[in-house]
Structures are given as structure tokens and as C-alpha cells.
């Protein structure tokens, strides 16, 4: 069957259309270019924790191609969901960030430059005839981290050649490109699920498997394109079993804590102040919390009983064991209070 291109999604906001928003996929001249028809006199750089060996580097490129003064954004930032902001760089005027693409649905503080830092590594021929040789069934889904999109196209071709069948389809209006994985929305993958055996994940390591195995009702296989290695499913009965299990051990709680972030692309006030009017209205207490970037000391010696989490849902289904008390996601808090039932387990995907 025939694969839709890999190309951005047709919903954008005014950010993503207009030049406030620009996204490219390497360092290198083009960048370089735009900055300086920007004409920024002092520019932000961010960068993820996986590529912090590259921020002064970049940093110092900038000045030499713009002339424009720089600033390294230092804390830790897992997503485009957490922009660099006025307050944080005062008289920045301009980010560059790099490792992440644009989130639609996410408006930039400031004027962002994109640096997607996409790898075109890995055989395409090579990768499907190990796909089909370790008997992955013959119906899949595809998607891809941002750094290895380019290759979704060509991998589809080769795979088909060999008689698999690939589906691939855009996601809402949290993704920019279709067959992307984002951490907290596989909304590219939901919309192929019941059409395919199995999915692939073209990228490296769990991060993206794990949430995959949440959100989809079908074994996740992982294929790392620059080693050329295949990964067998994780075992999503077991994943899921865990989280039933706390949500049960959370059905006593009387006191709760709702985290909400302030972060641009974290923020979901509204679903916080819900559930706080549902925690009371089944006779509970609860108080939302604020915060930017949470840290398990910032729970301790708190006198609530469990907490839900309604900003990145990573942090509930990757890190609730650093906490001090149980933690749930949102979906989670609803099968605790008896509003959702346990099964079928629900992603907290964030639109
Ligand atoms: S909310 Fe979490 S998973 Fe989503 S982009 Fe931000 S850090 Fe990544």
C-alpha cells in the first residue's frame, strides 16, 4: 500500500506559517543566513541534555556568522514543549534550538529557529531485508524519532519491495510531520493501529518504545537505523499491569497534590483545576501544585497521600519511582476515582 510522504502536517499554527517559526534540518549556512536577515542582537541558544556537547560549539558559530551576541540556555530541557523564554534570557531576541522540531500547537516566546538535527545514516535495503528476515509480520506501522525521518520514505520503498505492507499517517495538531513520535503524542501511530500486526520504531533507544507500548495495543519492534539493530517488543502487558497496580494502591489517597507546569508547551491548566473539582466532588482534598521543571526533592515532606500529573506525561509513566509518593497521569487519576475503567489502559496523550 501506498505510503503518504512524510511532510508536514496540514494543520499549523500562525507561528509555524509565518517567519516567527523557522525549522531546519542541520547546522550550516542556511541557518546561519536567516539569523542574520533576522538581525538579532543577542540570541538564545537551547539545546537537549543528548547534544549539550554541541552548545558551545553552536554558540560560537553564531557570533562568527551573525555578530550577534549569545547566551546558552544551562537547564536541562527534554522537549519543544519547553522553549527558552524572555525572562530566562533577558534581551535575548531571537532562540535557536536545536534536537527538536516545532510543536504546532505550542506558540514560541520568542522568534525560534529549528535545528532538527536530522541523520540520513542507514541503508534502507539493508534495514528491510533485517526486518523481513527476522519475521516481523507482514502488516506494519511506521514511525520515526525526528533525527531519522528522512529515512521513513525510503525504508517504506525497500520493505514494500520485500512484500510488507507499511502504513504511516500524520498526527493532530501536536505534530508537524506525519509518522513522527513524540513522547507524549503517537497520535501518527493511533490513526494506523488497527490496520497493522506490529509497529517499527526507526530510532534509538527506550524512550520512544516505552510510550509507544502504552499507546498502541500492538508489539512495538525497534529498529536503530545507524547500527542496523533490531529490537524485539517490550512486554506491554507487564508495562501496563504495573501502572494497574498503582492505581489500585492509589484508590486510598484522600489527599492529593495536581501538578501543573508552567512550561509554554507543559501547561494544561484547565485539565488541573478539572480534576481538582473531581477529586472533591468524590469527597477528597486537593491542591494543584505549580512548577517549571519538577524535582523529586520538590514532593518531599509534602502532607498529600499521591499526586497526578498533568504536565508532560513522561514524567508519571518514566520517573514515578524517583517520587515520594505514587504519581499518576491524568487518565490514570480518572481509573482511581472509578470515572474510567482499568482496561483498556489509556495513554495520556497530550494534544
Ligand atoms: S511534554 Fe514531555 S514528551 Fe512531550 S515534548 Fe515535552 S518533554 Fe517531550
Redesign the pocket.
Known sequence: MASPPVTGSAETTTDLASSRVRVFPVVGEPLFEALRVGGFRKIVVQVPAGLTRNAHDLAAQIRAATGAATVVLTRAC?????LPSPDEAPGAEGAVVLGHAP?PNVRSPLPTYFVEMRDPGGDPAALARLVVDAGLPRHLGLVASIQHLDLVSPLTAALEALGTTIRTAPGDRRLTYAAQA????YTTAEAVATDVDAFLFLGTGRFHPLGLAFAVDRPVYSLDPLRATLEPPLDRGALIRRRQLLVAGCRSARRWGILASTFV??DRSPMARALQAKAIAHGHEAEILLFGRLDPSDLVGRDLDAYVCT????IALDDSDLYPKPMLTAPEFLMALGELPLEPYRFDT?H
Open positions: 527534554f522537549g519543544a514543549c519547553d510543536i513524540l513522547g507524549c503524542n508547551g507543559q504536565a508532560c506525561p513522561r497530550y
